[in-house]
């Protein structure tokens, strides 16, 4: 009957949308300029520590998955930050706990040319995230150069 097709179509539609409508995640940025982005980075640390040092400059996103409407949305905050040489070491004193399990996550819908490629990252000390970012999942990633420091965090 035409009302039993009509509800089959409906259904297969409700569906469709249910498991896919808009997978992509969304993304947010902070601030425009470089000055911006360090004045958000340091106002994200200094809320559970001191600033270990000055930022010179800042990278930072945000991608949310999930829009929280059909359960609960997702997290993976991705920065880059470069410091003073002559702090590297109170940044890392002030680092969390050493890890050595971790995983390589690149974002899913923004491009970075600034984050790290999984051989890159493989080359960082690092170290629990906790501490300034307040999240147990994810690193804090020290690089060779002696300022160079990438953050990931996420929720799950």
Known sequence: SKTMKTQWVLILAISFCLSGCDNSPYVHTFGETSAERVAVMTDIIKKRTSLPGSILDAECIEEQYGDGRFGPSDFAFFA??????????????????????????????????????????????????????????????FAADGQTIYILTFTM
């Open 80 to 141: 880059k930050l470069v410091v003073e040489k002559a702090d590297f070491a109170t940044w890392k004193s002030s680092a969390g706990k050493r890890i050595s399990n971790w995983d390589y996550k690149s974002p899913k819908k923004a491009s970075l040319s600034w984050w790290s490629t999984k051989e890159q990252t493989n080359q960082l000390e690092m170290y629990s995230p906790k501490p300034m970012f307040g999240r147990s999942n994810g690193w804090v990633g």
